[in-house]
């Protein structure tokens, strides 16, 4: 019986393990891309595209 909550614990951890590989690292990617393009854009509003000074 000593081995059960080891084997729980085994489980979690690759229910955990796919969950960040599988879901929130591509979404925290996409995220972070997405994030770079509007900030880039956005300062291009600003001040205009680059080599236009």
Do not use: C
Not at 4 to 10: F, G, S, T, V
Not at 17 to 27: E, R
């Amino acid at each position: 019986m000593s081995s059960h909550p080891q084997n729980n614990e085994k489980s979690l951890e690759l229910k955990i393990f796919i969950f960040l590989t599988v879901f929130l690292a591509p979404l925290l990617a996409v995220g972070l891309v997405a994030a770079l393009g509007f900030a880039i854009w956005l300062g291009q509003i600003f001040t205009g595209p680059p080599g236009a000074g």
